[in-house]
């Protein structure tokens, strides 16, 4: 059973560009969330999807920011128009549906993103 | 929303001692408190968790107490190893049957096991 994935692992982009990070979850999982890691500090929660719906994006930047999770296919994080303050890794955890555990977590590699 | 706070920032311990972090939580309503190991350039690896209904929990070396009055929880580690040194992360987050909010976390701890 394939653990949670992420790619790329490394994104590097000039500023203004766009960035576009992809998850896909482990099999039988639903939930998929979005956490920021800055250089020397702990995670901070942007977004928590499930399939074809954002159910809490309140850790999300107002602008340039976006998330889905398609019916078919990876979750993807999209970063328009990049500053140098968006430089972080990324990573996306995902959880498996409702009742069948409590809320465990199982984060992927990560995407270290830099912006140029 | 939920505040979650961690200490020690640094913490160095002889090979062979036990080391023990705390965090204190904000919002009541929190019932999932999970601990999270990381090692330079890797990925989270939750390590231990504890649900609101329960005081302690033990999985070999390392056990978790949580005290749900007094909204703080502690990772405990005995008999520490030098592939024990990384960053640990404690988070809390509510749980309500159909999902999850997404997990609020400490800054973390780095824990330093000295030969």
């Known amino acids: 059973n394939a653990g949670v994935m992420q790619n790329p692992r490394h994104l590097v982009r000039r500023r203004g560009q766009e960035a576009r990070l992809r998850c896909s979850p482990m099999?039988?999982?639903?939930?998929v969330y979005w956490y920021r890691q800055l250089p020397e500090e702990g995670l901070k929660f942007m977004v928590y999807?499930?399939?074809?719906?954002?159910?809490?994006e309140s850790g999300m930047p107002k602008e340039r920011f976006s998330a889905e999770f398609p019916k078919e296919g990876p979750s993807i994080l999209r970063i328009q128009q990049v500053v140098r303050g968006d430089s972080a890794a990324y990573f996306c955890?995902?959880?498996?549906?409702?009742?069948?555990?409590?809320?465990?977590?199982?984060f992927g590699p990560g995407t270290r993103l830099t912006v140029l | 929303g939920e505040n979650v706070e961690q200490h020690p920032s640094t913490l160095s311990v002889q090979e062979g001692d036990s080391a023990v972090i705390k965090c204190t939580y904000s919002?009541?309503?929190?019932?999932?408190f999970p601990w999270y190991k990381q090692e330079l350039g890797k990925r989270p690896q939750l390590i231990i968790d504890?649900?609101?209904?329960?005081g302690e929990k033990k999985d070999q070396r390392i056990a978790v107490t949580l005290n749900k009055t007094a909204k703080h929880f502690s990772l405990h580690i005995t008999e520490t190893q030098p592939e024990d040194s990384a960053v640990y992360f404690c988070?809390?987050?509510?749980?309500?049957?159909?999902?999850?909010?997404?997990?609020?976390f400490g800054k973390g701890t780095h824990l330093i096991i000295q030969p």
């Open positions: 955890a995902s959880s498996p549906p409702g009742r069948v555990t409590y809320n465990e977590q199982f």
């Open positions: 988070a809390a987050s509510t749980y309500s049957g159909g999902g999850a909010d997404g997990l609020t």
């Open positions: 504890i649900r609101s209904n329960v």
């Open positions: 919002d009541s309503a929190s019932n999932y």
């Open positions: 099999k039988g999982h639903s939930h």
């Open positions: 999807l499930q399939k074809e719906n954002i159910i809490d």
